[in-house]
C-alpha cells in the first residue's frame, strides 16, 4: 500500500499544489492557460518526438495495446450514447456525457503517472494513446457533438475529414508523426538534439500536473450534478474496465495481447480523468457547469479509483 501511494500521493499533491497557487493568487488562471500552452506545444511534442524517435519502430507500434485501448474505447461510446440517451435530457448533454465518459488525460495526467510507474516506457505509453484517441476517440466524439446542434450539419464523412486535419495540424501529432518517420527510416539523432529534446520532455510532467490544479480553481459549478456523477462513475469505473474486458478477450478471437505490464499501462489509461479541454468544448453547448462538475469530481475521485486499481493490478 505504501508503494502505490508513494504513486499516487506525488501527483495529487502536484495537482494540490496548482490549486493552491491560483487559490493565493501567486499565479493568475491566464498564467495556467500559457503554462498549459508550453506543455501541449513544446514539452509534450519533444516529449513524443523523442520517444519515439529514440526507438524502433517495432518497439513503439504494438498492435495489442492500440487494439484493446481502441476497442474499449469504441465500446465505452456506445455504451454511453445508449445509457445517456435515457438519462441526459437533450441531445447536447448526452453528447457532452459521453465525451467525458470516453476521452481520457493522458497527457497532461496519465503521462505523469505512467512515468512514475512504467518510466522506461512512459513516453511510448503516451504515443500510442495520443494515437487511438486523436485518431478514432475524438473525432467520434466531436461528430456526436456537432450533430447535438441545431440547423443545418455537414455530413459525416466532411466532419471527420475535417477533424483529422485539425488533428494534423496539432504539434502533439507533428511530433508524434516527426518520431514516426525518424524511427522507420532510421535516422540517427545526433546526441545534442537528443539531449535538448530530453530536457524540454522534463519539464512536461510536473508543469502538467500543476496546470491542471491550477484550472480547477474557479470552474462554474452549477448544473445537473446527478448527471455529472454518472459521467464520473462511467471515466473512472465502466472505461477502464470494459478496456480490461478488451485485453481478455483479445487471445479469445486470436489476437495477441499486450505484456503485462503494457496490459496494466493500457487500463490505468483508462481510469484517467477526462482531458483538460473538457469544459471548453462543453461551453460550446452552454454547459461548462455539468461539464465542470464532473470534472471536479472525476480528478478529485481518481486518487481514489486509481489506487485501488494500482492494488488489484499490482
Known amino acids: 500500500m505504501t508503494a502505490i501511494l508513494g504513486i499516487t500521493f506525488p501527483i495529487y499533491a502536484a495537482i494540490a499544489l496548482g490549486y493552491l497557487v491560483v487559490r493565493q493568487n501567486w499565479f493568475s488562471a491566464a498564467d495556467m492557460r500559457t503554462l498549459g500552452k508550453y506543455v501541449m506545444n513544446i514539452a509534450l511534442p519533444a516529449l513524443l518526438f523523442n520517444a519515439v524517435a529514440s526507438r524502433n519502430v517495432t518497439e513503439v507500434f504494438q498492435p495489442g495495446y492500440v487494439l484493446a485501448f481502441a476497442a474499449g474505447g469504441v465500446s465505452m461510446i456506445a455504451l454511453a450514447f445508449a445509457w445517456f440517451s435515457f438519462t441526459a435530457a437533450d441531445k447536447p448533454r448526452r453528447a457532452i456525457a459521453v465525451l467525458g465518459s470516453t476521452c481520457p488525460n493522458s497527457g497532461f495526467i496519465g503521462f505523469p503517472v505512467m512515468l512514475l510507474i512504467f518510466p522506461d516506457v512512459a513516453g511510448v505509453i503516451l504515443a500510442l494513446n495520443m494515437l487511438v484517441e486523436n485518431i478514432i476517440l475524438i473525432p467520434i466524439c466531436l461528430v456526436l457533438m456537432d450533430m447535438a446542434r441545431d ?83 462511467a471515466k473512472l469505473l465502466v472505461h477502464p474496465a470494459l478496456v480490461a474486458l478488451a485485453v481478455f478477450l483479445l487471445p479469445l478471437i486470436g489476437m495477441a495481447s499486450p505484456a503485462p505490464d503494457m496490459a496494466t499501462a493500457v487500463i490505468l489509461s483508462a481510469a484517467m480523468p477526462m482531458f483538460g479541454i473538457y469544459t471548453v468544448l462543453a461551453q460550446e453547448h452552454g454547459l461548462e457547469g455539468l461539464a465542470s462538475i464532473a470534472m471536479l469530481m472525476t480528478t478529485s475521485l481518481a486518487f481514489f479509483t486509481l489506487t485501488a486499481l494500482l492494488l488489484t493490478l499490482s
Open 151 to 233: 440547423g443545418a450539419h455537414k455530413s459525416v464523412v466532411h466532419q471527420i475529414a475535417g477533424i483529422l486535419m485539425n488533428v494534423l495540424r496539432r504539434p502533439m501529432v507533428i511530433g508524434l508523426l516527426l518520431g514516426l518517420a525518424v524511427s522507420v527510416l532510421q535516422i540517427p539523432m545526433p546526441d545534442p538534439a537528443t539531449r535538448l529534446f530530453q530536457m524540454l520532455a522534463a519539464s512536461a510532467s510536473a508543469l502538467s500536473l500543476i496546470v491542471i490544479g491550477g484550472s480547477l480553481v474557479g470552474l462554474p459549478l452549477r448544473g445537473n450534478q446527478f448527471l455529472a456523477t454518472q459521467i464520473a462513475a
